[in-house]
């Protein structure tokens, strides 16, 4: 079998290739990545050595990916993936949506041509801000938690609305999704597409707008400043995270499946309940391993802030009996042994 996985020297894309090379033996995974997150070039030659043949280009640049035909599985998780993409930061709005959606295209082109399976790593950030904010929460255990009748016992489900606004991130992602679905059915091939929640483990890139526990981890450890921002500056704002090595069982069974399968293709792949942790809760689990840090409470509102986000990945684990392996702690303790180990890490990643 041969991948091509865009985006390779991510966060993700880098975890599923040791998990891929894992799994399955003989396998031949080549990637594409422009290294424009700053952090990803650690990767490369880590990569390489692993066998992979990675092209250092940017996916806009024509005819990049035919340098890697005979791919029969394409894996898209290059991205600019923070919420504030296109609004603040670094990159424009035409710049995201170049990254998110233009260059799906010519990904999506390539597996017509050559029949690969078309495989997009996408978000909660599809599901609409507005009906997410009126969830009706309360205050448990330094914890928002949806109240007992509000329906939202096991977290949000694929069915949720998609209204928009969904900020520019969450549209491209959206538009992407959309795309890739008409592709695969008007050209017969398979398409899957995965909404995940927070990823997160060690060797992510963090900020405080993306990779928000590798960042929070890192920083306690290095003792570096840490604000609680929005929602009164309490932390009770909650997330639930999966480790990326723990979609390859999911993403193989799906390859595997083709186009044979009618089952539903979009469904979330998150770390849940189970998982769903507060920044006060993940503060209190960084003072038991790492020692007192003060944080300071700031109660200043950002764009798309969102106060809780679990989904509900009753489809995945129904349909694939895919279940999560790797628990919250054990992800923040891969995190805290990283940075630890690297107390310049943050440096390397805001560059
Ligand atoms: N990290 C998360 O919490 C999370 C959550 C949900 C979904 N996702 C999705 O998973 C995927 C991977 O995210 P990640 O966390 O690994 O992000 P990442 O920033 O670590 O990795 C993305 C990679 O894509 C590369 N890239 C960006 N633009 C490119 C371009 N134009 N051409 C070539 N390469 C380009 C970057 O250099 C980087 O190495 C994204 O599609 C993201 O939307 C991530």
């Not at 005819?63 to 290059?78: F, K, Q």
């Not at 904010?133 to 949806?146: D, K, M, S, Y």
Request: charged residues 20%; proline residues 5%; negative net charge.
């Amino acid at each position: 079998m041969r991948i091509l996985i865009t985006g390779i020297c991510g966060f993700a894309g880098s975890h599923l290739v040791r998990g891929l090379l894992q799994a399955l033996e003989g396998l031949r995974i080549s990637g594409v990545d422009n290294l424009s997150r700053s952090g990803s070039e650690t990767n490369l030659a880590p990569l390489r050595a692993l066998g992979c043949e990675i092209t250092v280009a940017d996916l806009r640049d024509p005819g990049v990916l035919e340098r890697h035909s005979g791919a029969d599985w394409v894996i898209d998780a290059a991205a600019e993936p923070s919420v504030l993409a296109g609004v603040s930061g670094n990159s424009s709005a035409t710049e995201l949506l170049h990254t998110n959606l233009f260059s799906t295209v010519p990904m999506l082109e390539f597996c017509r041509r050559h029949s690969a399976v078309f495989t997009l790593l996408s978000t909660s950030r599809v599901y609409g801000i507005k009906p997410l904010c009126e969830i009706p929460l309360q205050v448990v255990n330094g914890a928002f938690t949806p109240d007992s009748a509000s329906g939202f016992d096991r977290g949000i489900s694929e069915g949720f609305s998609t209204q928009p606004p969904v900020s520019l991130y969450g549209a491209s992602k959206l538009c992407a999704e959309t795309l890739a679905l008409e592709y695969g059915e008007a050209f017969q091939f398979p398409v899957w597409i995965n909404r995940c929640g927070v990823l997160a483990g060690a060797g992510q890139f963090g900020k405080a707008d993306q990779g928000i526990f590798s960042f929070w981890i890192h920083r306690w450890a290095a003792r570096q400043p840490l604000k609680y921002l929005g929602f009164g500056g309490h932390g009770f704002q909650v997330r639930d995270c999966l480790h990326p090595r723990d979609l390859v069982p999911l993403l193989l069974q799906q390859f595997e499946a083709g186009a044979m399968v009618p089952r539903t293709r979009v469904m979330n792949v998150s770390g849940g309940l189970p998982s769903a942790t507060s920044l006060r809760q993940l503060s209190d689990w960084c003072t038991a391993r790492l020692g007192a840090h003060t944080v300071e409470c700031d109660g200043q509102e950002r764009p798309y802030d969102l106060p809780w986000v679990v989904l509900d990945s009753a489809l995945a684990k129904d349909a694939w009996q895919w279940h999560p392996k790797t628990s919250a702690e054990s992800i923040f303790e891969e995190i805290a042994v990283h940075a630890l180990a690297n107390p310049r890490w943050l440096d390397l990643c805001s560059r």
